[in-house]
């Protein structure tokens, strides 16, 4: 069974970066879309940018384009968000997810089924 862990989360002042990786382990994502999803305090979970393993397109919600870029490495199993120009807006606890979809799919449509890691939290504040 597919198992994924979130790290590189962690406290940044606004208009700076972090890279936040998601590791792959049990499977391999060859058949998967992996997407970043993030939650705030008292809100909704909501997309952020996702991708598929096979044919690496990618999605981006539009509160990120621009400023994060998602990319995978197959042969590493590993998942990575690069953000920069945080805002303070961006402040959540950061989840990776993989499912048997499409790029956009995954990200407009997670489902509970789906493979979800335990998160990572990022704090922008000054």
């Known amino acids: 069974q597919l198992q994924l862990v979130e790290s590189g989360g962690g406290l940044v002042q606004p208009g700076g970066s972090l890279k936040l990786s998601c590791q792959a382990a049990g499977d391999t994502l060859d058949e998967f879309a992996i997407g970043w999803f993030r939650q705030a305090p008292g809100k909704e979970r909501e997309g952020v940018s996702c991708?598929?393993?096979?044919?690496?397109?990618?999605y981006y919600e539009d509160f990120v384009k621009g400023r994060f870029t998602i990319s995978i490495d197959n042969a590493k199993d590993t998942i990575y968000l690069k953000m920069d120009s945080l805002k303070p807006e961006d402040t959540a606890v950061y989840y990776c997810?993989?499912?048997?979809?499409?790029?956009?799919?995954?990200?407009?449509?997670?489902?509970?089924?789906?493979?979800w890691g335990q998160g990572t939290q990022v704090t922008v504040t000054a």
């Open positions: 991708i598929s393993a096979e044919d690496g397109s990618t």
């Open positions: 997810a993989a499912g048997y979809t499409t790029a956009q799919d995954m990200c407009l449509l997670p489902r509970t089924e789906d493979y």
